[in-house]
């Protein structure tokens, strides 16, 4: 296992140390307990967000607290839920006279979680909603089933912006909402990652081998086989992406190529000149691309290609400024 | 070689394609060559700075083209230096008035291309200034003959800053000289990476080895041997980096922790943890810290770490807002 860190053990909360350090005016943690992230900068009489979930995604989760965007994120070990006192520690600190509104990707642990500090922050009169990210076409049929994965950077930026210009609980979900039923993802992994405290990967794949469709946590796929080129990525993406949600030609969407951690920034550009051609022909306007590193698995080699749809409102919503210390958009 | 591309040949072009496609309002090429690369949006009257140098290190160089910072990019391919053709006609691209400013790295190919490209300017009556990038103490006793690596990113921000202030030609490369006088860098690889045409690491380290003071092009370090936890990675840059440029207690210095591309972003936090400890314990006081990817290898394991002595007159340049494709500061 080649990582720089001091212990496996220590890995998460030496890096939230690290960036505790690095970021002292833009976050900061409540009740001794550095997984219960907040932002230094609470704004009063605005919703609050709040996600969570497991280390090991960088810059998802807690990346994506800041100006313009979360307030707040539990922080569980590497791929592990955090506990439901410290989603609840965190939205006392958060809470800023109008509610919350808990957004974070559809696994199990963090569903229960999340739930059990909503109970806790009933008893505080605390008002709170809930929506998941579940935008990983390949991980089930049932969209309502499905993980959440990059796609979840739509909400964050929709539900956000509508937060910053003081919208309501209510209006706040209902913007992550449009964002989520807009929004569909479509990953594969080259290579497998290393939970450090397990030391070696829990899955193989061989050399000049790839998994479609494999889960940010390496959950199976949809196959396994020979690794195809950039164009052929890029079509079998596109195909399963507009066959489960179709977009019309002259339609506008948002394109987000996410690294998985490993793949090199210059391969990620390559896959976005794929795709991009492939919309031009089908005449789907693109209004905006985001390429880059917004949902890793640590040093999984892969990538992910997400299309969010938007209309007017949404692309003001997704051209709104934000600031955090992983994350900055002018 | 698992990498997402199309051909190994088409490595460079097709990765150029891509970010034209998805950043047409803020980059474009000239003469019919992707590998012309400029800014979309030249200002009239500012010193125009252009730099280069192989692909295969993105955001290096070309991700530094935007506003507040460069004006051109002679893109070579893979760990190739760009012709000096390519340079000269993004000179007379970009040139608006008052001369240009070459800053690169110290690489033997890019300096002969830089310098036949200034040559071809003067023919031209254009004005030309020339430094290069030399921060990687480890790769030679002589500060002259030293590589340049992550550390040129505080030049092009000092540079980039007392240009967009419209200084004079010489005020701009006195700002790139200021920062290259203050700014150390030390690194250290995990894995190879490869190069797409060679398709195979040109070299190898052991599983548990690494090797410090290791080339982004994998040009030999110090000493190669077992993996060092973070802190002592930490320990030993420090103290390389202070042996060489020394700080005294309560002086001012900016950090940057770089990713080489395949390390993960918590375990650069780690690693920044471990150096602000020691910055702390020394009582050497930290202005600001940057982590992230922002000279890399391709799929390169490792790090480096910077510092950058900064004065008043530097933080100012430093904090100055900054936005292109691939970083953007506010």
């Given at each position: 296992m080649k990582k720089i860190m001091n212990a496996p053990e220590a890995y998460t909360d030496d890096m939230l140390k690290g960036i505790y350090m690095a970021h002292p005016e833009e976050v900061k943690y409540v009740?001794?307990?550095?997984?219960c992230y907040c932002t230094a900068k609470k704004k009063d009489g605005k919703v609050a967000i709040i996600t969570g979930g497991g280390t090991g995604h960088l810059p998802l989760f807690l990346g994506y607290v800041g100006e313009g965007l979360l307030d707040g994120c539990g922080v569980g070990g590497v791929f592990q839920s955090p506990s439901a006192e410290q989603i609840y520690n965190v939205s006392k600190e958060v809470e800023a006279g109008a509610g919350i509104l808990y957004l974070y990707g559809n696994y199990t642990g963090d569903i229960m979680n999340f739930d059990m500090a909503a109970e806790l922050c009933e008893m505080d009169d605390i008002e709170t909603r809930s929506i998941v990210g579940a935008?990983?076409?390949?991980?089930?049929?049932?969209p309502d089933t499905r993980r959440g994965v990059a796609g979840i950077f739509f909400m964050y930026k929709c539900a956000g912006a509508k937060a910053a210009q003081m919208g309501s609980l209510d209006e706040v979900l209902a913007a992550a909402q449009k964002a989520k039923d807009n929004t569909r993802t479509v990953g594969f992994a080259l290579t497998p990652c290393i939970i450090p405290e397990v030391g070696h990967p829990n899955f193989t794949l061989a050399e000049n081998e790839m998994a479609m469709?494999?889960?940010?946590?390496?959950e199976p796929g949809v196959w396994n086989g020979p690794i195809l080129t950039a164009d052929e990525l890029a079509k079998e993406s596109l195909d399963t992406l507009l066959g489960d949600m179709p977009v019309a030609k002259d339609e506008e969407i948002c394109v987000l190529i996410n690294g998985?951690?490993?793949?090199?920034i210059e391969e990620l550009y390559i896959l976005s000149g794929s795709v991009r051609s492939i919309l031009d022909e089908k005449g789907i306007k693109v209004y905006r691309t985001f390429v880059g590193e917004?949902?890793?698995?640590?040093?999984?080699a892969g990538a992910s290609i997400s299309i969010c749809k938007v209309d007017d409102e949404m692309k003001q919503w997704i051209d709104m400024p934000v600031k955090t210390p992983f994350y900055t958009q002018v």
């Open positions: 009740n001794d307990d550095l997984r935008d990983d076409v390949n991980s089930n049929a049932n469709g494999m889960g940010i946590h390496g998985l951690g490993a793949t090199s917004y949902a890793t698995s640590m040093e999984m």
